[in-house]
């Protein structure tokens, strides 16, 4: 894609964030719903510009409170996983400092988490407890970090947390862990191979500016989204962890 296809394609998007930053902030100051619905528009719009199709499959949340546990290939998860439903994300602290990434994350009511203060987690699981309370659907890369997208990572359970915090309340029935696999199938029509995987993930120490240029330059992708059965939570996060990793290994598998 050349420079001015480039451009042509920000324009559109400049001129939307333009608008919706503004509305989105007073949106968040004064309660108005359409704060959840904004920031999904934006990544739809970034994901049609850009030639990212992305195909869901599964049953995603309905109503209830729900701790989404995804697999995290690279930053693109983002508009693809905020393109699909009102939802907030779990994201490190480091994220909210970011120029312009952090500005996005804080306006789709982002919960960060500084994994360097021992109380952090706690703290986090107090406040994600709040927002599951409301039935809100929050996001977790349960893995930790970003992987090269051909293996799976372990699940920490830590963030889970925040369902045992949940159903202390009595005022919540249930809450569910939804787990949901992420995976990059195809590129320029044509199946990505195990090879080709890590240059689309974006992991280790690669830097995002160069990553954002082959992103650019390679063409369109494909991306299959797969909602796995939700799982009750009934106390141990430990278990339940285990059971999202699982099927969410079982997606990838058979995507």
Do not use: C
């Not at 988490?113 to 706690?122: E, F, G, P, S, V």
């Not at 977790?140 to 090269?148: Q, S």
């Not at 997208?149 to 359970?157: A, I, K, T, V």
């Amino acid at each position: 894609m050349s420079r001015i296809g480039i451009a042509l394609r920000l324009l559109p998007l400049g001129l939307y964030a333009a608008v919706a930053i503004p509305l989105q902030l007073l949106a968040l100051r004064f309660g108005w719903r359409i704060q959840h619905v904004l920031p999904m528009w934006f990544h739809r719009l970034f994901l049609r510009l850009f030639s990212v199709r992305v195909i869901e499959r599964g049953e995603p949340p309905r109503g209830d409170a729900t701790l989404v546990l995804a697999n995290h290939v690279s930053w693109l998860d983002i508009p693809v996983i905020g393109s699909l439903h009102p939802l907030s994300f779990i994201a490190k602290s480091e994220v909210e400092t970011w120029p312009v990434i952090g500005l996005f994350a804080r306006l789709q009511r982002s919960v960060f988490i500084d994994r360097q203060r021992r109380k952090a987690t706690a703290e986090v699981n107090e406040h994600l407890a709040h927002r599951l309370g409301k039935g809100e659907v929050m996001v977790l890369f349960a893995e930790g970090t970003t992987g090269d997208g051909n293996r799976l990572l372990p699940f920490r359970s830590s963030l889970v947390g925040a369902a045992q915090t949940v159903m202390a309340d009595e005022a919540v029935e249930r809450i569910h862990l939804h787990p949901l696999a992420i995976a990059y199938t195809r590129r320029n029509g044509l199946p990505v191979t195990r090879r080709e995987r890590p240059e689309i993930a974006w992991y280790g120490d690669m830097e995002l500016a160069p990553h954002l240029g082959l992103f650019v330059r390679e063409g369109p992708l494909d991306v299959i989204v797969t909602w796995g059965e939700p799982i009750s939570f009934t106390g141990n996060r430990k278990t339940a962890t285990a059971a999202a990793e699982g099927a969410v290994r079982k997606a990838m598998k058979a995507v």
